[in-house]
Nanobody, 116 residues
């Protein structure tokens, strides 16, 4: 079955960096766009970034543009989110997502906390 497993979250100081990873299985990874979403405490889940199946097209939320970079390695079936210049407002659970077989698929998320 489809599985998405996020990793790489943790506690980081403002201005710091983290790289999140999402390992995928159960579907033909290179055929599907991949997305990152996040959900901060008390807020709705929001879009962060997306990447096309071969990585040629990327899209970002305005709030992360210029600071975050999404990438993928189809050989490793993994999508990444490089996060730089982190702010306290970036604190959230980050989720990997793809739309497969007419259903949104989600990982369990990884917590990113930006605090001094």
């Amino acid at each position: 079955q489809v599985q998405l497993v996020e990793s790489g979250g943790g506690l980081v100081q403002p201005g710091g960096s983290l790289r999140l990873s999402c390992s995928a299985s159960g579907f033909t990874f290179s055929s599907y766009s991949m997305n990152w979403y996040r959900q901060a405490p008390g807020k709705e889940r929001e879009f962060v970034a997306s990447i096309s199946n071969f990585g040629g097209l990327t899209n970002y939320a305005d709030s992360v543009k210029g600071r975050f970079t999404i990438s993928r390695d189809n050989a490793k079936k993994t999508v990444y989110l490089q996060m730089n210049s982190l702010k306290p407002d970036d604190t959230a659970v980050y989720y990997c997502n793809t739309y497969y077989s007419l259903i949104n698929r989600w990982g369990k998320g990884t917590l990113v906390t930006v605090s001094s």
